[in-house]
């Protein structure tokens, strides 16, 4: 079985600030690894994904995450954040060779002017 | 393309009563899959279908709950004699392929409140 943490259930900071979102993962087997963001009343966004190969992935809005193997983890960075960056993130894992994603429980970023 | 879409997108039912919500995944998608989400969790996968064939059922799903996907468009999940602890939001996302890396795309979600 796979779990996903996510350290911070909340992270506020101050636009143009930079930011890391936290997420380690448990699992006995290779996975994937995937950052998603949900705005309000909206659904779940693809951000960026980790298959294989280079361990530093980029994604959509200038996020980007890299993967350490030997920690467990897969933090996400942006360098300057904005206003619109407001939501809530997730991470999640699957196995390779199966579809089912198991996801953290969240982190809110809050980004404040 | 349109995306993922979600009818309805909010329920409020009394405890007792059967729901069922509709998912139309993206046009030539073949794999549907179903999470829920309570509040202050992330999305929980409950069940996915390969074309009309459902492939997968996480144990969270119950004996009051069916899916099904029967032409392999789309989706309908029914959940019967609802309980309070049903109350959360059923997300339905689509992918393209059978590769389990294909991007997952998701709908807004159906808010389920059993009252």
């Known amino acids: 079985a796979q779990s996903v943490t996510q350290l911070d259930s909340q992270v506020p900071v101050f636009e143009e600030a930079p930011v890391e979102l936290r997420c380690n993962y448990s699992?006995?087997?290779?996975?994937?690894l995937f950052w998603y963001v949900q705005y309000p009343n909206q659904g779940l966004q693809l951000l960026l994904k980790?298959?294989?190969?280079?361990?530093l992935v980029k994604g959509i809005n200038g996020f980007e995450a890299e993967f350490n193997k030997s920690q467990t983890s897969f933090h996400l960075r942006k360098p300057s954040v904005h206003i619109s960056d407001t939501a809530e993130y997730f991470c999640a894992v699957s196995p390779r060779g199966y579809s089912t994603l198991t996801f953290g429980k969240g982190t809110m970023l809050l980004v404040s002017p | 393309d349109t995306g993922v879409s979600q009818d309805p997108r909010h329920k409020i039912t009394k405890r007792g009563q059967n729901v069922t919500f509709r998912c139309d995944p993206i046009?030539?998608?073949?794999?549907l899959y179903w999470y829920r989400q309570t509040l202050g969790q992330g999305p929980e996968f409950l069940t996915y279908f390969q074309n009309e064939a459902q492939l997968e059922k996480s144990r969270l799903l119950s004996d009051r709950f069916s899916a099904e996907r029967p032409k392999g468009s789309f989706s309908t999940l029914e959940i019967q004699r609802t309980e309070q602890g049903d109350s959360a939001m059923y997300l339905c996302?689509?992918?393209?392929?059978?590769?389990?890396?294909?991007?997952?795309?998701f709908g807004p979600g159906t808010r389920l409140t059993v009252l």
């Open positions: 980790y298959l294989s190969g280079s361990t």
């Open positions: 046009s030539e998608h073949n794999r």
């Open positions: 996302a689509s992918s393209l392929g059978v590769d389990p890396s294909d991007t997952q795309y």
């Open positions: 699992s006995s087997v290779s996975v994937y």
